[in-house]
């Protein structure tokens, strides 16, 4: 298992990084560090949830950007955390230079669950999804701070329940 998510931390980071278009070639690779904490909603109450993310991307033009990122995730109250591998859009709504640009961002992809079910086997894992819109602040030539709260779903492959969080996110991004 860890080799398929080395292999696709490397696929991504070839994706993300290397010339998708002509018009590609003038936007930089995008490396940040993403934290997030979610608070459980519904009959998941008292559910939170603490991450962080490596992030890798690029900008396709100056409103699209397109990326991807392998973290942490931990659902307080377990003992185990798991460790989402997510594909990452996001959406830039003011097609200018400025020191501030709204988002929309929407993450999708597979989180893998370090912790043993009652029989003893690891549970296979989960699918994450989460919907976030916010901020980006330019802060020095090449940084950026992102300010979100989104909504997140992890969906147990099992299909046991989906926990439904809504929450924060602090996005570092630099680019290079």
Do not use: W
């Amino acid at each position: 298992m860890r080799k398929k998510f080395f292999l696709g931390a490397l696929f991504l980071a070839v994706l993300c990084c290397g010339s998708l278009t002509a018009q590609a070639q003038n936007h930089p690779c995008e490396f940040g560090i993403r934290t997030g904490l979610f608070f459980g909603v519904g009959k998941f109450e008292g559910a939170s949830v603490v991450s962080g993310d490596l992030t890798l991307g690029k900008r396709l033009d100056p409103n699209l950007y397109m990326g991807g990122s392998l973290g942490v995730m931990h659902q307080l109250g377990r003992d185990y955390p798991v460790i989402p591998i997510t594909f990452d859009f996001k959406y830039y709504f003011l097609n200018t230079n400025g020191r501030i640009n709204p988002f929309l961002e929407s993450r999708a992809g597979f989180a893998y669950d370090t912790s043993y079910d009652s029989s003893g086997l690891y549970e296979f894992g989960h699918i994450v999804m989460n919907l976030t819109g916010g901020v980006e602040f330019s802060l020095a030539k090449g940084g950026r701070l992102a300010l979100g709260a989104g909504y997140l779903v992890l969906a147990p492959i099992s299909g046991r329940y989906a926990a439904h969080q809504l929450g924060l996110n602090l996005l570092f991004t630099f680019s290079r």
